[in-house]
């Protein structure tokens, strides 16, 4: 199939569209099941690239993984890990993040993993420091080699006090898969609390670990000798939801999203209302819509949790190009994630880039030479254009906008949003759009 789109915009998305698992959720529950002695199901998994790859990187270190892609189900058996023990470059070849997180199991299970150079989205330098000194704190040996890292442990990785120094998703996540196995207590502050990371929580309380979680960014594992298999049905994905409810407010349509689920997208829908867009929450699910009349400028800043996510923040600014004066966007997650505005820019939209912290309170990047605060000025029609696709969500928000544009235009590169956004293609279908592969 060819990786460009063609897309005729300028009618707005109406319909109702499903989705399921969360990507940022399904891939660590994969590796999850990599701690059990027995096997594990897992439930509303979609169907998107990133589920590919570690179920890939899953079976080369001999888990049995078989799939039900209609029902969206997953059997994990790792019951021939031991006999399989993979730990060389080959093993992980792929295009994500999560090998990184197959440290803890692996060291646990085999005494030594191996981590090549890893994938996922370009939108900063994206560095692992955080993971390696964690897996260090607990008793490991970090060698970098020239093709990767490779990590042993020479004895029972032992629990261990740490403090992260910014709450990070995948090194909280890197914690809790290796302290549920270590020995003794593990205690960890400044902790990342996402509901992805919660829904991790819950999978690995199911398997037999002991886990609390204070109100104050302290998580608190008891290390047990043994774990095993789970059952779960994976929680919904907060960022295809609120990109779809983005995509409803810069087309001036009316997107129904089953499956999207209001208490993990509070903020969003606080920021959703203040634009000037409508919602209803409903028994599977939330409506989101244009009320018709201009959207309002707002200010914004992305944070970690209960935060605005910063995979929310490129979807909506598309919509922002539609709202009547000045929105100010301050991104604090990453220190490069407005790359997307140039298609945007080139599209009819007036968004210019600043190095300064503007609109809120200095971050981790003022004063560093990175363009992280955006201000943009609306509403500007939009015209067709031929993008790029630059990342998974930047790429979304390009669709967004090649849709709310009069004119067709080219998308090329849109195999990087098969990554998070499932059946894509088909729900736009769903929605009314007129697109077309090329
Ligand atoms: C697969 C997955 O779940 N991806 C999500 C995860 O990414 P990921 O887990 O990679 O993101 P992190 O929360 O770790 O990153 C946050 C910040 O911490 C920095 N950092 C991180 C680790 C480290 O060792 N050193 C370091 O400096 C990063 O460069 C970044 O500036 O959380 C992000 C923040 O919600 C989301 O945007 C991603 O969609
Ligand atoms: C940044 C993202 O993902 P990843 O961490 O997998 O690159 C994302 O989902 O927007």
């Known amino acids: 199939m060819n990786d460009l789109l063609y897309v005729n915009g300028g009618t707005p998305l109406n319909g109702t569209i499903t989705v ?14 990599l701690l059990g002695e027995g096997p594990s199901v897992l439930r509303n998994v979609p169907q998107i690239r990133d589920v590919g790859v570690v179920t890939g990187l899953l079976e080369l270190h001999g888990v049995k993984v078989v799939a039900d892609e209609v029902a969206g189900t997953l059997h994990l058996d790792p019951t021939d890990v031991e006999s399989a023990h993979v730990a060389d470059i080959d093993a992980h070849a792929g295009s994500s993040r999560i090998p990184i997180l197959f440290c803890g199991p692996l060291l646990h299970r085999l005494g030594e993993a191996f981590i090549p150079d890893l994938g996922g989205c370009r939108i900063g330098d994206r560095p692992i420091n955080y993971h390696l000194d964690i897996l260090r704190q607990f008793g490991a040996v970090v060698d970098k080699r020239e093709q990767g890292i490779h990590i042993r442990a020479p004895r029972r990785l032992q629990g261990t006090k740490i403090a992260l120094p910014y709450p990070s ?7 809790l898969l290796t302290a549920v196995r270590a020995e003794g207590i593990t205690e960890l502050s400044g902790a990342a609390i996402e509901p992805e990371i919660m829904d991790l ?3 690995l309380q199911k398997m037999g670990a002991i886990i609390s979680v204070d109100t104050d960014r302290v998580i608190r594992i008891e290390g047990v000798d043994k774990l095993m298999g789970y059952q779960h049905t994976a929680l919904g994905d907060r960022i295809e939801a609120a990109s ?4 409803a407010l810069a087309t001036g349509g009316d997107i129904t999203v089953k499956g999207a689920t209001q208490p993990e997208m509070m903020t969003f829908l606080n920021t959703f209302r203040k634009v000037g867009g409508e919602f209803e929450v409903q028994e599977d699910g939330i409506r989101f819509y244009h009320p018709g009349g201009d959207l309002n400028a707002i200010v914004l800043e992305t944070a970690v949790h209960p935060g605005f996510m910063t995979d929310w923040q490129q979807p909506l600014v598309v919509a922002l190009t539609q709202a009547k004066g000045l929105s100010i966007v301050h991104e604090t997650v990453y220190e490069n994630r407005f790359g997307f505005t140039d298609a945007l820019r080139g599209m009819g939209a007036t968004i210019q880039v600043y ?3 503007l609109g809120g309170l200095p971050c981790r990047f003022g004063q560093r030479n990175f363009h992280h605060s955006a201000v943009i000025s609306g509403p500007t029609p939009l015209s067709a254009a031929d993008i790029e696709v630059p990342d998974l969500r930047g790429g ?3 669709l967004i906008a090649a849709l709310a544009a009069k004119g067709t235009s080219t998308v090329r590169g849109i195999g990087l949003i098969d990554r998070g956004y499932e059946y894509f293609q088909d729900k736009l279908d769903a929605l009314g759009a007129d697109v077309s592969r090329g």
Do not use: D, P
């Open 169 to 175: 998703v995948g090194a909280t996540e890197q914690l």
């Open 20 to 33: 399921r698992g969360a990507k940022n959720f399904v891939s660590k529950a994969m590796v999850a099941s």
């Open 396 to 398: 979304f928000s390009h």
């Open 244 to 247: 779809w409810g983005s995509a």
């Open 201 to 203: 929580i819950a999978v």
């Open 355 to 357: 190095k300064e912290c």
